[in-house]
């Protein structure tokens, strides 16, 4: 996944950006996302990774849940993201999170490359 996580995410959105390790430093995951510069009240999650081994155990919703509470401090009302509609599960997780399906997009990333816009209005 590396070619996927530019370093650049951590330097220019480190207070957006979150990353979990082990006791032994080890990479449990991460969290990309940052405040959107075209609207004041919405921020983005950009990429998202848990290692296969703690799936399952509250690591993602606690990232999200994380960058959400620094969405609310900046002042955002409104966190969007977007998936693959065939990864369902990704899906899943996301609308147990509170966000909302709003529109499919064909050919969002280019032709073929359908994606799932995702919305989450923060209280």
Known sequence: MA???????FIHFDGTSFVAEGPDGDLMG?????LSQTEDDEA?????????EQRGGGLGRAL???????ARAQG??????VTS???????AFH?????????????YDGPG???VLLVKRLS
């Open 44 to 52: 983005y999650i950009h990429f998202v990774g848990v290692s296969p």
């Open 113 to 115: 490359e359908d994606r």
């Open 85 to 91: 509609p065939v990864n369902e599960r990704s899906v």
């Open 3 to 9: 070619p996927m996580l530019p370093k650049l995410f």
């Open 30 to 34: 991460f969290l990309c996302g940052f």
């Open 95 to 107: 609308e147990a999170l509170g966000f909302e399906v709003e529109r499919t997009v064909p050919d």
């Open 76 to 81: 955002r009302s409104v966190v969007r993201c």
């Open 64 to 70: 999200y849940e994380r960058f959400f509470d620094e």
